[in-house]
């Protein structure tokens, strides 16, 4: 008998979300991360839960109604961490005609199965705030839904769960080495120390790593399956005041995102290079930066430059290419390689994928699964996310209640921890009645009661681990602050995981 059911490699969002599922479903599951949880691309989207109105374009139709419709039942499921937003695409006729605009965000609402977000409306931008930041050129848009979410707490959240249902994670842990007979026998380097484990099924969910997992660990030929794009972002001092999204048409038709991003800031994004090299070691170039900065400035009265930026980030997509399609048309949809041989343990490979999509994928995933796990059902449509257990237009009221209960609290940080923990804000909190008993702050609102709930709850294990994947504290620390936190987390004894 195997150790685990399922041992998948990843602990992205689709490697989350598949052990949470199979965790939910009552299986023995193992994960095993290199880094921490979401340090790949997870972590590095542009945070939107969408159907992509511009693979509308590409003819995804499929995928976007799937992607649509998933907005909603995430939205349902983690409303502290996934926001409505609206977005405002100015019309740039010389980019695409109103009319073609027009019937694309017609269709993008028919197909969207909406029973929460609003539909599409045109908007003058003489007389509409939204037309306040922009040059005196862009008179019309449109304006319509998607969501915003905290892309690297969701996967978190994936991982807290499946844990809570019995899922074992190891982050920063390798498996170095797999022999694939009627099960599977893997052997792991975990911060140094090994480990040996078996399981019946093996999930690769190594992102834009799964070829070279499998060459290198699984020792399997070249499959050449997968083709890798680079996207960067960037971040800078607000743009505009209101909390509406725009939509930018740049100039070789790709679109650009400017996005309302943590109280103060404005995320701007994304860039799609074609990507060959390490995808951990994967950063924003100049160009890309002056590439957006440029998307930006068209469209914006208040120009910007490299040097405005304060923090800039980027990811690599992984692709599935059948070979059946011309590299442009290569679609954004998720694949599932089911290999079985006879007397021999299954290997699941996991290609693509969106944020947006994980649950379903994960549902497939188990789907594809279903001969050597039977009689197990799909749960996760209709279950919240730790701390996401409120309605979906709850949160305002949870801020209030919070600021009512920890008197002390601004209102921004009440807000801060809200978006964060959801109804779990009370773990973080517990029985204080004053700041100081909250211990230790670190830098901007961040005290020692968060930092230990986050390393016992959450898998943190260094500064870092805290300020760019549990929140984004870290647009707000000095470089000071941040080694005091790292200090203080190395000396704290770590935490399990
Ligand atoms: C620029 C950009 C913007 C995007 N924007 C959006 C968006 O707005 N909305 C949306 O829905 N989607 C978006 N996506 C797509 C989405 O981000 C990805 O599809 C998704 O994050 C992929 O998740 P994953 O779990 O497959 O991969 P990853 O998040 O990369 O996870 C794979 C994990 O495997 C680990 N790993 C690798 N090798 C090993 C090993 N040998 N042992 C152990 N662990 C290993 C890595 O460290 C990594 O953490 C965007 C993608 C990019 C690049």
Redesign the pocket.
């Known amino acids: 008998m195997a150790d685990f059911d399922l041992a998948i490699?990843?602990?992205?969002?689709?490697?989350t979300g598949i052990a949470r599922d199979a965790a939910g479903r009552g299986f023995r599951v193992l994960l095993?991360?290199?880094?921490d949880i979401?340090?790949?691309?997870?972590s590095?989207?542009?945070?939107?839960?969408?159907g992509g109105l511009r693979y509308l374009e590409h003819r995804e139709f499929r995928l976007v109604r799937a992607a649509l419709r998933e907005r909603e039942v995430l939205l349902r499921a983690a409303p502290h961490l996934i926001r409505p937003l609206r977005f405002v695409l100015p019309i740039h006729e010389a980019r695409r005609s109103a009319t073609v605009l027009r019937l694309g965000l017609m269709l993008y609402d028919f197909i969207g199965g909406r029973k929460i977000l609003p539909g599409t409306r045109e908007l003058d931008l003489v007389t509409d705030e939204a037309g306040l930041p922009l040059k005196s050129r862009f008179h019309h848009a449109f304006e319509y839904s998607d969501c915003f979410a905290d892309d690297a707490r969701l996967v978190v959240l994936n991982a807290v769960d499946a844990m809570e249902r019995g899922a074992a994670i190891r982050t920063r842990g390798?498996?170095v080495r797999a022999d694939r007979g009627e099960v599977w026998r893997l052997v792991l380097n975990v911060r140094g120390q090994r480990e040996e484990a078996t399981a019946r099924v093996l999930v690769n969910?190594?992102?834009?790593?799964i070829e070279s997992?499998a060459e290198t660990?699984l020792r399997l030929p070249p499959r050449h399956r997968l083709r890798l794009d680079k996207?960067s972002h960037i971040v800078v001092r607000r743009l505009f005041e209101h909390d509406r999204a725009y939509i930018l048409q740049a100039a070789d038709r790709r679109v650009v995102f400017a996005i309302p991003f943590e109280r103060d800031f404005t995320l701007i994004?994304?860039t799609d290079r074609a990507f060959v090299g390490d995808p951990?070691m994967v950063l924003p170039s100049g160009e890309e930066i002056d590439y957006l900065c440029g998307a930006a400035n068209e469209y914006f009265r208040t120009q910007i430059g490299a040097a405005d930026v304060v923090w800039a980030f980027a990811?690599?997509?992984?692709l599935y290419d059948d070979g059946a399609r011309k590299p442009q048309d290569i679609g954004r949809d998720y694949a599932l390689i089911l290999d079985e041989r006879f007397g021999e343990a299954p290997l699941l490979t996991?290609y693509?994928?969106?944020?947006?999509t994980y649950r379903r994928l994960a549902e497939d995933a188990l789907a594809r699964l279903a001969h050597f796990f039977p009689r197990s059902r799909p749960w996760t449509a209709s279950s919240a996310l730790p701390g996401g257990d409120f309605v979906y237009d709850g949160v305002e009221t949870l801020i209030e209640r919070t600021q009512r209960t920890w008197r002390f609290l601004t209102a921004d940080h009440a807000r801060r921890l809200v978006r964060a923990y959801g109804t779990r804000v009370d773990r973080v909190l517990g029985k204080s009645t004053g700041l100081d008993d909250l211990g230790l702050r670190f830098g901007a609102d961040l005290t020692a009661a968060e930092v230990r709930y986050l390393m016992t709850k959450e898998l943190a294990q260094t500064a870092d681990d805290v300020l760019w994947r549990r929140s984004k504290l870290g647009l707000r620390f000095t470089k000071t602050q941040t080694e005091a936190l790292d200090r203080y987390m190395a000396g704290s004894g770590g935490a399990p995981g």
Not at 315 to 318: D, F, H, L, P
Not at 352 to 356: A, D, H, L, M, S
């Open positions: 490699i990843g602990g992205g969002i689709n490697g095993i991360e290199q880094n979401a340090s790949g691309t997870s590095a989207s542009s945070k939107l839960i969408h390798r498996c969910a190594a992102g834009a790593s997992f660990v996207g994004g994304t951990s990811g690599v997509r992984s996991v693509g994928g969106k944020i947006t």
